[in-house]
T-cell receptor, first 114, second 111 residues
């Protein structure tokens, strides 16, 4: 059973389009995250949600809008895609946002904007 | 401003040797430190966490933390070719903070 799953795995689209990435975790965790890993492999937090509530938004452009319908799902919608949005997007979850929490990452979604 | 710094490598070691990976952090408020391993094209997976000064051992892996020097390291004993990956160091403050990652060090273990 996949603990943290993401769809799609690959996404190729044109500039200006709107796209969504879905994430689901079956671990019963309270907290979920979106990370962006750029071409230089730098992994940077975008958002974190705790029990469906937005906790952290790390100065991400408002073209990016996360949505958490329930605590097992955290989706990412991106409007007006730009070339610089090309990256691998990882969803992650953790039991809670405590000091010792372990984050489990999904397989990633490779987004290519042409 | 980078908060977690790592040498990007690659660090090349022969099979059976000890690999030493280093990381420094700038935020003295950081309380927890993590090492993640990321194989090419895969997602990061946690291999070690450390919260207190000193050493923490888990199998072939030893994490070391020195808060006074703001320094974290990971030693991999008896390195295997399967250890070849990028190792990401991460730090975390308390409360509702998230992980801050370094750019990672690529480790290559040659047979």
């Amino acid at each position: 059973d996949t603990a943290v799953s993401q769809t799609p795995k690959y996404l190729v689209t044109q500039m200006g389009n709107d796209k969504s990435i879905k994430c689901e975790q079956n671990l019963g965790h309270d907290t979920m995250y979106w990370y962006k890993q750029d071409s230089k492999k730098f992994l940077k937090i975008m958002f974190s949600y705790n029990n469906k509530e937005l906790i952290i938004n790390e100065t991400v452009p408002n073209r990016f809008s996360p949505k958490s319908p329930d605590k097992a799902h955290l989706n990412l919608h991106i409007n007006s895609l730009e070339l610089g949005d090309s990256a691998v997007y990882f969803c992650a979850s953790s039991p809670q946002m405590g000091r010792a929490d372990t984050q489990y990452f999904g397989p990633g979604t490779r987004l290519t904007v042409l | 401003q980078k908060e977690v710094e790592q040498n990007s490598g690659p660090l090349s070691v022969p099979e059976g040797a000890i690999a030493s990976l280093n990381c420094t952090y700038s935020d003295r408020g950081s309380q927890s430190f993590f090492w993640y391993r990321q194989y090419s094209g895969k997602s990061p997976e946690l291999i070690m966490s450390i919260y207190s000064n000193g050493d923490k051992e888990d199998g072939r892996f030893t994490a070391q933390l020195n808060k006074a020097s703001q320094y974290v390291s990971l030693l991999i004993r008896d390195s295997q070719p399967s250890d070849s990956a990028t190792y990401l160091c991460a730090s975390r403050k308390g409360g509702y903070s998230t992980l801050t990652f370094g750019k990672g060090t690529m480790l290559l273990v040659s047979p």
